[in-house]
Structures are given as C-alpha cells and as structure tokens.
C-alpha cells in the first residue's frame, strides 16, 4: 500500500473536522481507492449531519428527561449472560482465521528493484558492453597480430558482455561506467 | 501381454508429450524480434557455485564492491530484499532456490534505443508460486490479455508489470508493451524466437549440458548472429563453447593441425597459433587493391617493400615459402629481464633458403645501419653479433643504449633475434625466449603443449583456425608490467584500483580458446581454469 493511502486511512480513522490535509487531497485526485474512500466519508458525513441533526430546544428536552434516569433507577443484580463453550470455540476461531486470512496490507516493491539488488557486486563490476571500435587503425604488425585473435574473441565476448548488461536491462540499471563505479549506477527509469 | 507393452508404450508416449508440453523451450516464449536471450539452468546453484568460490572473495576485496556496501544503496537493497522476503514470508536462500533453481532467462526487446533495450525477466515456476511472489510485492491485477492475468506493482511513479503463462513467470518495469510482447508469444500464438532461423543455426547448434546460453541477434562488430553457451566442469573450470554466424574467406581461413605449441617454450604466459595461407592471403590483397584507382602501382610498391626483405626471391617465391601456420607468445624473462615476444612462421618444403635470406638481409641492413650511424653522436648504436646455438645460427641485433633509454634497465636483454631451423623461421625480442624456443621446437626444451597437457588442457587434435592461450596468475605481474608501458601507469592504475585487476587475474590460471572456421559459420570453445 502506498503510504500516502495509509495516511489518508489513518486520518479518516481519527476523525477529525473538516477537510484532509492539502497533501492528502492531492493524492486522493489521483488514487481511485483514495478518492472512493473520501467521497463515501463525505457522503456519510452530509447524511449524518442533516439526518441526526437536533434543534437546541429538542435536545435539551432530551437530556432533561435522561439525566434523572441512572439516580432512580434500582440497583440491579446484572445476571451474566451464559455463552455455550461451543459459541465461544467458534468466535475464537472465526477471530483467528480472520486474523490469519485477512489480507494484510502489502508495502509494494518492485520485482525489477529487487531483482537488481540480488545481481548485488555483479552488477557493479561487471564490464559494461563494447563502445563502437576506434576508427583508427593501427596497422603496426603487432597491432595486427593483436587485431587478429582480439577479432576471434570480439564476437563472443560482446555477447557475453551483453549477457552481463542483460540483467541490468531489465532491472533498470544503467551500465556501469568503464573506470569507476563509486558514485553509483542505479538510476530510476524516470530518468 | 502385447497389450500390457501396447499401454505401457502409450503411457511412456503420454508421460513424455506432457512433460514436453509441460516445460517448453523458453526461446518459444521469446519474440522472434528478440535482440538477445539469456538462459539459465539452475541459476541458484550457480550462485552458490560462485559463492562459495575464491573468485568471489576477491570481488569483495574489490575497491568497487568495498565502496558499494558501504553506500547507503547497499543498505537500501538490503532492506528492499528484506521486506520482500518478509512479504514472501521466506529466507533469501528459500526463496532464490525456489525461484531461480529451475529455468530463468532474460529476453532483450529493441526499444528504438540500441543501448537501452527492454528486458523482460522469465522465470520457471508453477502458478501458486507465480502468485506468491506478485502478492508479496504488492501486485493488483489491472487486466488480462489472451486470458493471461497482468498484475502491476506501482512505487514512486514506477511500474512492474507481471504476469504468468507457459510454465514461467514474467516480470519487467512497464516501458512500453514488452510483456504484451511476450504474452502474445506465449499464449497467442505470436511467432517465438525458436520460428527465427539465426537462432536455430547458431544458438541450437552449440552442444546440450548448458547451464547458461546467451543468443544475441546481431553480435560483435559485424552485427551477425550469435551465441555462447556456458558449461561449469569441477575443480574451478568452466567450459564455453560458442558460434557466430559469420562467412569467412575459407581461403584465408582455412583450419589446419596446429604445430606450433609444440614449439612454443614452457614459459609462455600467453601464446596464440594461427593458420596461415600467405598465398592466399596476397591474392585477396592484390584483389582488393586493384580494384582501387592507384591500385596497380600500390601492389607493385608493396611488392618491392616485401621483396626488400627477402633478397633474391620474387613474391611468390615469398608467399610459398610459409605456412599452413604461425605461431606467437609472451615468454618470461630470467632473473628480472624483460619478458620475450616470440614468433614462430612454418616453412614449407623449400622455405628454408628463403628464410635464411629474410635472416642475413635483415643483419646486413642493420650493420649498414650501424655504419650510417656510427658518425652522428645522436643516431642509436646498433650492434649486430651471430651465435650458434643448439647447432642453430643466431643473428642478433641489439641498441642497447637506445632501448635501455627509452624503457629503462628492465629492458636490458631486449635485442631482436632471428633463427632458422628446418621447421621454423623464429624471430624474438630477446636472445634467451628464441633459444627457449629453439629447444622446445627441437624437442630438447619443455613445450608448451607438453605443459599444458600435464596440466589436462590438450592442444587441438584436430584442426583449427586459431588457439590461444593465456596464463593470468602466473603472467600478471608480466602482463601488467607491458600494459603500464603500453597504456601508461597512471590508467593501469587506475584499472588495478577499481577493480583489484591484479587479484582477479591472479585467480585465473588459464584461459585456453580455439576457433574453427566452417563454410558458413564460425565455432569456437574456451576453457578458463580457476587457480587450484
């Protein structure tokens, strides 16, 4: 659950008079459940409001017939009401089985994040794929002797580098950089 | 009992087609526009294979990996992981076993931005496990495509999509419509991977056992197709084995039976052989060149300039007198000197006089050299000696003042020297790596392959193209030495510090890799051997 959705449930929980705070109003345009839960407490608030409304003479005729009340009335010997054992098991259970089976809120995490987080020191060290080769040749024989069997492996290795970049794909984080990696890669996909 | 063996058939045939059904071949779930695939079996294990492995040590005494965990992403992912696994309601190990002990891949779509493709995770699981993980992360199911679920998880204007089709569950951050992509494959009928020729050619072709296979659609600088595959062996050595779609001039390439290890000195930390076919190579120069517009006069000039060092023979002559193979490496030097870079050309039947002409023009333009320069105070002093060695005449040219100058006392051995023998023309930077040589070639000196074949790497048996060797741990401090003069100390530094370069490849004791050239593809195996 998103924590502004928290806050948000928190807060008609409490109470309070008047409007959520601006922050949570602004979140609430955007979330469907946040704005549904708002708009019901809304409408319970006006219906309440105009339904149980009570004028200030009626209400004082009210009080002044209950207030008498509690000094008059007998004590009385309250007899305790009587639960089969049975009753009680089955609204232990249905207490438990709700706590158990009641679906408990979930902090969303990102597969993707977490996925990247595993590759851990792998994904910080590993080279990043081949940039395009240089356009200058070297055609000094050594260079060429080089060339030749650096070329038998340019193939392969590119698609192992790419295999190491793949994860980092898909997880969203960039390749590290090719001579440091201590300012950190990660970086969201917003970006 | 025809009937008992009727049903029993039937129900092996049964058993078989569902278990074929039940687990297809993940490049079926794969777009057939797929950019790479990367498969993994049992990636878990492959964790705690590299776990539990020197080589991760050192990655953690790495300045890269020190400086991360000590960041605050390091103590974020920790956390990340930590309410996931609660959320899970698993250990790390529980759940890294139960979702990555069977098949996972990682399918690359293009995006339009070659460096920033989409991936798609896929990983084998069964479907209340696939639901398992979408619940824990906080998944909402948002709506179905070809009757396939789709769940998104959103976080900080972020976005995971899921869903779970074809025996695998599928996870990507929601860029575009890559999981459509992969869900119109998997249970719409969209072409896969498997429908894509490049992929059956190269990817299929390498041999069964992977435990990792990585097909890229258009690898390397030629942007052909691709594949390597992984294969782990005991005691510290992975095996690769991989294959490009490439089409080489077989002329050129063509695979021979490679002698030249068995000429190359035991203190090689880094060999290569190649085969050579020098006439064929000249005639695909001359072919290319004169189709340029100076072309004839530019193969006339190049004539002349190989001719010059050959004196007495025509270009034909030239080209006839080597080959099928060459043969080159870095061997150590002796008691602190320089190491040697040696090469190695076979002589065919009638090469040996003109490799002796190569040798005697080559000393004769020296000490003329020499001459010219004896007058200018500034002007190197070039030494030319002969020794025999071995029943073999040595020419050695040396500047020693010059070299010395210019690389330091380190380089106080470095003298060129050339040989032959009735195999070989064998030229080196150092009169000790040709007398090595020398001995290896004639059979009275440790070889390399002899080496390498004690230590259980065989040489190729059959013929290649070319084969390599290097010796990290044994030739580090070597090879490091050369790059810092060839890249600079301050870069190599900088190398070493990022990435403990020095360490890792002390961990590497060999790294061996042979390439086959056939008519419309290229294969090739690489072995890398942990230190023991």
Same mark, same amino acid.
């Given at each position: 659950?998103?924590?502004?959705?928290?806050?948000?449930?928190?807060?008609?929980?409490?109470?309070?008079?008047?409007?959520?705070?601006?922050?949570?109003?602004?979140?609430?345009?955007?979330?469907?459940?946040?704005?549904?839960?708002? !708009?019901?407490?809304?409408?319970?608030?006006?219906?309440?409001?105009?339904?149980?409304?009570?004028?200030?003479?009626?209400?004082?005729?009210?009080?002044?017939?209950?207030?008498?009340?509690?000094?008059?009335?007998?004590?009385?010997?309250?007899?305790?009401?009587?639960?089969?054992?049975? !009753?009680?098991?089955?609204?232990?259970? !249905?207490?438990?089985?709700?706590?158990?089976?009641?679906?408990?809120?979930?902090?969303?995490?990102?597969?993707?994040?977490?996925?990247?987080?595993?590759?851990?020191?792998?994904?910080?060290?590993?080279?990043?794929?081949?940039? !395009?080769?240089?356009?200058?040749?070297?055609?000094?024989?050594?260079?060429?002797?080089?060339?030749?069997?650096?070329?038998?492996?340019?193939?392969?290795?590119?698609?192992?580098?790419?295999?190491?970049?793949?994860?980092?794909?898909?997880?969203?984080?960039?390749?590290?950089?090719?001579?440091?990696?201590?300012?950190?890669?990660?970086?969201?996909?917003?970006? | 009992?025809?009937?008992?063996?009727?049903?029993?058939?039937?129900?092996?045939?049964?058993?078989?087609?569902?278990?074929? +059904?039940?687990?297809?071949?993940?490049?079926?779930?794969?777009?057939?526009?797929?950019?790479?695939?990367?498969?993994?079996?049992?990636?878990?294990?492959?964790? $705690?294979?590299?776990?539990?492995?020197?080589?991760? @040590?050192?990655?953690?005494?790495?300045?890269?990996?020190?400086?991360?965990?000590?960041?605050?992403?390091?103590?974020?992912? $920790?956390?990340?992981?930590?309410?996931?696994?609660?959320?899970?309601?698993?250990?790390?190990? &529980?759940?890294?076993?139960?979702?990555?002990?069977?098949?996972?891949?990682?399918?690359?779509?293009?995006?339009?931005?070659?460096?920033?493709?989409?991936?798609?995770?896929?990983? &084998?699981?069964?479907?209340?496990?696939?639901?398992?993980?979408?619940?824990?992360?906080?998944?909402?199911?948002?709506?179905?495509?070809?009757?396939?679920? +789709?769940?998104?998880?959103?976080?900080?204007?972020?976005? @995971?999509?899921?869903?779970?089709?074809?025996?695998?569950?599928?996870?990507?951050?929601?860029?575009?419509?890559?999981?459509?992509?992969?869900?119109?494959?998997?249970?719409?009928?969209?072409?896969?991977?498997?429908?894509?020729?490049?992929?059956?050619?190269?990817?299929?072709?390498?041999?069964?056992?992977?435990?990792?296979?990585?097909?890229?659609?258009?690898?390397?600088?030629?942007?052909?197709?691709?594949?390597?595959?992984?294969?782990?062996? @005991?005691?510290?050595?992975?095996?690769?084995?991989?294959?490009?779609?490439?089409?080489?001039?077989?002329?050129?390439?063509?695979? +021979?039976?490679?002698?030249?290890?068995?000429?190359?000195?035991?203190?090689?930390?880094?060999?290569?052989?190649?085969?050579?076919?020098?006439?064929?190579?000249?005639?695909?120069?001359?072919?290319?060149?004169?189709?340029?517009?100076?072309?004839?006069?530019?193969?006339?000039?190049?004539?002349?300039?190989?001719?010059?060092?050959?004196?007495?023979?025509?270009?034909?002559?030239?080209?006839?007198?080597?080959?099928?193979?060459?043969?080159?490496?870095?061997?150590?030097?002796?008691?602190?000197?320089?190491?040697?870079?040696?090469?190695?050309?076979?002589?065919?039947?009638?090469?040996?006089?003109?490799?002796?002409?190569?040798?005697?023009?080559?000393?004769?333009?020296?000490?003329?050299?020499?001459?010219?320069?004896?007058?200018?105070?500034?002007?190197?002093?070039?030494?030319?000696? &002969?020794?025999?060695?071995?029943?073999?005449?040595?020419?050695?040219?040396?500047?020693?003042?010059?070299?010395?100058?210019?690389?330091?006392?380190?380089?106080?051995?470095?003298?060129?020297?050339?040989?032959?023998?009735? &195999?070989?023309?064998?030229?080196?930077?150092?009169?000790?790596?040709?007398?090595?040589?020398?001995?290896?070639?004639?059979?009275?000196?440790?070889?390399?392959?002899?080496?390498?074949?004690?230590?259980?790497?065989?040489?190729?048996?059959?013929?290649?193209?070319?084969?390599?060797?290097?010796?990290?741990?044994?030739?580090?401090?070597?090879?490091?030495?050369?790059?810092?003069? +060839?890249?600079?100390?301050?870069?190599?530094? $900088?190398?070493?510090?990022?990435?403990?370069?020095?360490?890792?490849?002390?961990?590497?004791?060999?790294?061996?890799? $042979?390439?086959?050239?056939?008519?419309?593809?290229?294969?090739?195996?690489?072995?890398?051997?942990?230190?023991?």
């Amino acid at each position: 659950m998103n924590p502004d959705c928290e806050r948000l449930r928190e807060w008609l929980e409490a109470g309070p008079d008047g409007g959520p705070p601006p922050a949570l109003e602004a979140h609430a345009t955007g979330c469907e459940t946040c704005r549904r839960r708002l !708009a019901l407490d809304r409408a319970l608030g006006d219906r309440l409001g105009a339904g149980a409304g009570l004028s200030p003479a009626r209400r004082e005729a009210l009080v002044a017939r209950i207030a008498p009340a509690p000094a008059a009335a007998p004590a009385r010997r309250v007899r305790p009401v009587r639960w089969p054992l049975s !009753a009680l098991a089955v609204a232990a259970a !249905a207490v438990l089985a709700a706590l158990v089976f009641w679906p408990r809120p979930v902090a969303p995490t990102l597969p993707t994040d977490v996925f990247g987080d595993l590759l851990g020191p792998l994904a910080e060290v590993t080279p990043r794929a081949p940039e !395009a080769a240089a356009t200058e040749e070297d055609s000094s024989p050594l260079s060429m002797v080089l060339a030749t069997f650096w070329g038998d492996l340019e193939g392969p290795m590119a698609i192992g580098v790419g295999a190491l970049e793949a994860p980092r794909a898909a997880a969203g984080i960039e390749s590290a950089p090719p001579q440091t990696s201590t300012e950190g890669n990660r970086q969201v996909k917003e970006e | 009992m025809r009937t008992l063996r009727t049903l029993a058939a039937v129900l092996v045939l049964a058993v078989a087609a569902t278990a074929a +059904v039940a687990a297809p071949k993940v490049a079926d779930l794969a777009p057939a526009n797929a950019g790479a695939l990367i498969e993994t079996v049992d990636a878990a294990g492959l964790r $705690q294979m590299l776990l539990d492995s020197r080589f991760w @040590d050192a990655l953690g005494q790495t300045e890269a990996v020190r400086q991360w965990r000590a960041s605050p992403r390091y103590a974020e992912a $920790q956390q990340r992981i930590d309410q996931f696994l609660a959320n899970l309601e698993m250990t790390r190990d &529980e759940a890294i076993q139960t979702y990555l002990g069977q098949r996972s891949a990682v399918v690359l779509l293009p995006s339009g931005d070659i460096k920033k493709p989409y991936g798609v995770i896929l990983v &084998e699981t069964d479907a209340a496990l696939a639901e398992r993980l979408i619940k824990a992360a906080g998944g909402e199911r948002v709506g179905e495509r070809h009757g396939v679920a +789709v769940w998104e998880v959103r976080k900080d204007n972020r976005v @995971d999509r899921m869903a779970y089709a074809g025996g695998m569950l599928m996870i990507c951050g929601a860029k575009a419509n890559e999981l459509e992509q992969v869900i119109d494959v998997a249970a719409g009928g969209a072409p896969s991977l498997t429908s894509r020729g490049a992929f059956s050619d190269v990817a299929e072709s390498l041999p069964d056992g992977w435990r990792t296979r990585a097909f890229a659609a258009e690898a390397g600088p030629h942007k052909i197709p691709g594949a390597v595959a992984m294969y782990p062996k @005991d005691h510290g050595r992975v095996h690769f084995e991989w294959c490009m779609a490439e089409s080489e001039d077989l002329d050129i390439n063509a695979p +021979v039976l490679l002698t030249g290890p068995k000429a190359l000195p035991a203190s090689a930390v880094a060999a290569g052989a190649t085969s050579l076919h020098l006439q064929a190579v000249w005639a695909k120069v001359q072919e290319k060149v004169s189709a340029m517009p100076d072309g004839a006069e530019k193969i006339r000039k190049a004539d002349m300039f190989v001719r010059g060092w050959f004196p007495g023979y025509s270009m034909d002559a030239i080209t006839a007198a080597f080959g099928p193979e060459a043969a080159g490496a870095l061997v150590k030097g002796s008691d602190g000197s320089a190491p040697g870079l040696v090469g190695i050309a076979r002589l065919t039947a009638g090469g040996q006089p003109v490799a002796k002409a190569f040798k005697n023009g080559l000393a004769a333009k020296a000490m003329i050299l020499g001459a010219l320069g004896q007058n200018d105070e500034n002007a190197p002093k070039i030494g030319v000696r &002969e020794e025999t060695y071995a029943n073999t005449s040595l020419v050695i040219i040396e500047a020693p003042a010059a070299i010395e100058k210019a690389l330091g006392p380190w380089a106080k051995d470095i003298g060129l020297t050339v040989a032959v023998t009735n &195999e070989w023309l064998v030229v080196g930077t150092t009169p000790a790596g040709v007398k090595e040589t020398l001995d290896a070639a004639a059979g009275t000196g440790a070889s390399l392959a002899a080496a390498l074949e004690k230590d259980g790497d065989a040489v190729p048996a059959k013929p290649v193209t070319r084969w390599g060797v290097l010796q990290p741990a044994s030739g580090a401090d070597i090879v490091l030495a050369w790059a810092e003069r +060839v890249a600079g100390k301050e870069r190599v530094d $900088q190398i070493k510090k990022v990435t403990n370069l020095a360490e890792l490849m002390k961990l590497v004791k060999r790294i061996v890799w $042979q390439r086959t050239d056939e008519a419309n593809m290229v294969r090739g195996t690489a072995d890398i051997q942990a230190i023991d």
